[in-house]
């Protein structure tokens, strides 16, 4: 199978093992993992980084590659350029679409609460995430895990996922596409700070699924006093005094600061903060605590 192949070099270099051929790779950031050894196993110029696709369809057309794959490319393709293969484009979509689509879906699958994800290949299209189906992996989403954890746990489902059906091409034996249920499309956009900025008003859960969410970066983020910090790691207890009101913090004697949610408390066991010198730090249960008394000072 001759593949034009457009993301992270990892994916190109695990379709040149299956004994594909690699016509084309451009690739989507510069110093990605793979990137010099692609250039030596294809040549520097079969090898691209950070390409304009709109001015590359003719050149892609005189190396007559059957099929077009994406894997973490994370532009619109050109049609142009997509149809110069026979075989179509496909890449895959780190969601169970149509759930949650668009740039960032870990985000969403955590806090949206859903029980499982996983990765979808789908036929490239015009908008992003839209095209027919051509196969899926489920995951369930463990309670623990953070956006980075899950990110990490769905690179090797994707890459299986893309390296069969490319083989299901070479094969001549195609997955049959499906169309998308448009009625149970979601979007999945980058969270702004207007969503970032906990609300301690939500109940606990939600606020632990946030933050769990937006972890490691960028991070959910509340003001204790004048300082603003950037909740990494948190847990929600019924270990909170019935004093507080939502929004309201306090150290308790085991040296745990916790703040009152709607329902239940929420406990702060990791966060980062700006020094004055624009540096950021890592805290942990015990500076975390002494923030917390620092604010609550007279």
């Not at 969403?108 to 992996?137: C, K, M, N, P």
């Not at 969503?195 to 959910?220: F, K, M, N, T």
């Amino acid at each position: 199978m001759r593949v034009a192949f457009v993301g992270l070099p990892l994916a190109a270099l695990l379709l040149l093992a299956d004994g594909h051929t690699i016509v084309w790779a451009g690739i989507c950031r510069r110093g990605a993992i793979g990137t010099r050894r692609l250039k030596r196993l294809l040549g520097e110029r079969s090898v691209v980084v950070l390409p304009d696709l709109s001015r590359h369809a003719d050149a892609l057309r005189s190396l007559r590659p059957d099929l077009l794959v994406s894997w973490f490319w994370t532009k619109k393709i050109p049609r142009a350029f997509r149809q110069v293969p026979p075989l179509g484009a496909f890449g895959v979509h780190p969601s169970l679409l149509p759930r949650h689509r668009g740039p960032d879906p870990t985000f969403w699958a955590i806090d949206s609460g859903d029980a499982e994800t996983g990765v979808t290949a789908h036929v490239i299209e015009d908008e992003y995430d839209t095209g027919a189906i051509l196969g899926q992996r489920r995951l369930a989403i463990d309670p623990a895990w953070n956006a980075w954890t899950l990110a990490k746990k769905l690179d090797r489902p994707s890459l299986a996922l893309l390296r069969a059906t490319v083989m299901a091409f070479a094969r001549g034996a195609p997955p049959a596409p499906v169309p998308q249920d448009e009625a149970g499309a979601t979007e999945a956009s980058q969270p702004d700070d207007a969503l970032l900025e906990i609300r301690w008003q939500d109940e606990a859960a939600a606020i632990v699924r946030r933050v769990r969410a937006a972890s490691p970066w960028p991070g959910a983020f509340t003001a204790i006093g004048d300082d603003l910090l950037t909740i990494t790691r948190a847990r929600a207890t019924d270990d909170v005094p019935r004093a507080l009101v939502p929004g309201e913090a306090c150290v308790r004697a085991d040296g745990v600061a916790v703040v009152r949610a709607r329902d239940r408390g929420v406990e702060l066991l990791a966060a980062r903060i700006e020094d004055d010198d624009g540096e950021e730090r890592e805290l942990g249960p015990p500076e975390l605590a002494e923030r917390i008394r620092m604010g609550l000072a007279p």
